[in-house]
Every structure is written in C-alpha cells, then in structure tokens.
C-alpha cells in the first residue's frame, strides 16, 4: 500500500468554524509533513513531524494547528481561517530521511473559507 | 526565499526529448536535487533524486553540473501523459523539501 489518504477531498467553512484536516498512511514511514498549495502556485511547506514530534514549523500562523496522534496519522485543525487561506491542502510521507528517497503524496484536501 | 529557479513554461513534441532545466546557485554541500512533478487535480508524484552524480531511472534521467549550481531532467520520448508542472526541489536537511516555482510542460501531439 503506497496511498496517503486525505479526508475530506473538499472542505467549506466561514472565519468562525472549527474543523479539521486528516492524512492516514501505512506504509511505515515516520516523516509526515503539511503543504499549502495556492492555485498556479508551487506547494509551500508549513510543517514537518519526524517519530511523531514536531521538527519544522515554517512560521505558519497559529489558527493552523497541526497534530500527530501516532506514527500513521496526521491532523491540520483549522480554526478562525481568513479567505485569503483558501487553498490546496496537501499531506506527505517518507521515511525520517527522506533525502535519499521520495515524498509519497495524497491528492490534497481543498479548502474553500467564506 | 526560492532556493531553485526554472523557466515557467516549456514545449516538447511528442516522441521527442525534453530537458527542463534548474538553477540552484545556493546549494550545500549536503543538499539532494529532488525532482517532482504534478498533474492538474493530483498531488506532486515523485520523478528522480541525484547528490553529485547523474542518474537514471524508468522514467527519466537527471544531469547535475559538476559544481551542482544547475541540473537537468531529461524526458527522453516525452508522451502526451507526460504534460505536468515538473518541479525541482532541494532537500535540505534530510527532510526538509523546498518547492522551485515549476516549469508547465506541454506535449504537442
């Protein structure tokens, strides 16, 4: 099984919701990573976890709050979004170093905020 | 910051070769060149990987300079399923993917 599964594939909210983004692999990996992707853009990294911790945070504002509740898993909780946040959410995985291989990604979850 | 440039859009006919070129001027000794590419509405897919050396794989072919401030991914029969946004990336740190700005590539039938 080589799928990073993302749910839900499309998501609508206004400024005052909460919701959540969620990413599932089984391939093992233990490298998990978040990007945003803005149309005709390339992806923009935000965050990376490595066994689970949380090792990169690319000054991505804090109403995005990610979490990894194990070594399979991965959340993106949302809460009072702006407009200009309506995007392409991808989810990643790889192995702890990656470098040497390859990022498996799932098809995104894409956001629209009113 | 971009860590890597690319020509915005390029052209190939089909059945024929395609080297989308990359600029990474600032890149470290340790740093990987990492190519992907994305077809509308799918996640980036992997391509090819390289450090110093060229390499080569079912699907394409990577030259790196001998200073590695540049590389190339060749395509060497581009096919109409071949059209994507091929980006090349420098993995810095193990883990960290740094995304270029893209080369939309367009297969004439």
């Known amino acids: 099984d080589t799928e990073v599964t993302q749910t839900p594939k499309h998501l609508v909210m206004g400024m005052t919701n909460k919701k959540s983004l969620k990413c599932e692999q089984h391939?093992?990996?233990?490298?998990m990573y978040w990007y945003k992707q803005k149309a005709k853009k390339p992806p923009e990294l935000m965050f990376v976890?490595?066994?689970?911790?949380?090792?990169i945070n690319e000054s991505v504002p804090s109403r995005f709050s990610p979490e990894c509740p194990n070594s399979s898993l991965l959340n993106l909780h949302l809460h009072a979004l702006q407009p200009e946040d309506s995007a392409l959410y991808l989810c990643?995985?790889?192995?702890?170093?990656?470098?040497?291989?390859?990022?498996?990604f799932g098809e995104g979850s894409r956001l629209t905020v009113l | 910051d971009a860590k890597t440039t690319q020509p915005n859009s390029m052209e190939s006919n089909e059945e024929e070769p395609v080297h989308l070129p990359c600029n990474h001027s600032?890149?470290?000794?340790?740093?990987?060149i990492h190519w992907y590419r994305q077809l509308p509405s799918q996640g980036p897919e992997y391509v090819i990987h390289?450090?110093?050396s060229n390499v080569n794989n079912r699907m394409a072919s990577l030259a790196i300079a001998e200073d590695r401030k540049s590389s190339t991914l060749i395509l060497h029969r581009a096919t109409l399923r071949d059209a994507a946004v091929y980006y090349c990336?420098?993995?810095?740190?193990?883990?960290?993917?740094?995304f270029g700005t893209g080369t939309s590539l367009t297969v004439i039938p």
């Open positions: 990643a995985s790889s192995q702890a170093v990656a470098n040497t291989g390859e990022l498996f």
């Open positions: 391939m093992g990996h233990r490298a």
């Open positions: 976890y490595s066994y689970e911790k949380l090792s």
């Open positions: 600032t890149i470290s000794g340790t740093d990987y």
């Open positions: 390289g450090l110093t």
């Open positions: 990336i420098l993995v810095v740190a193990g883990n960290q993917f740094y």
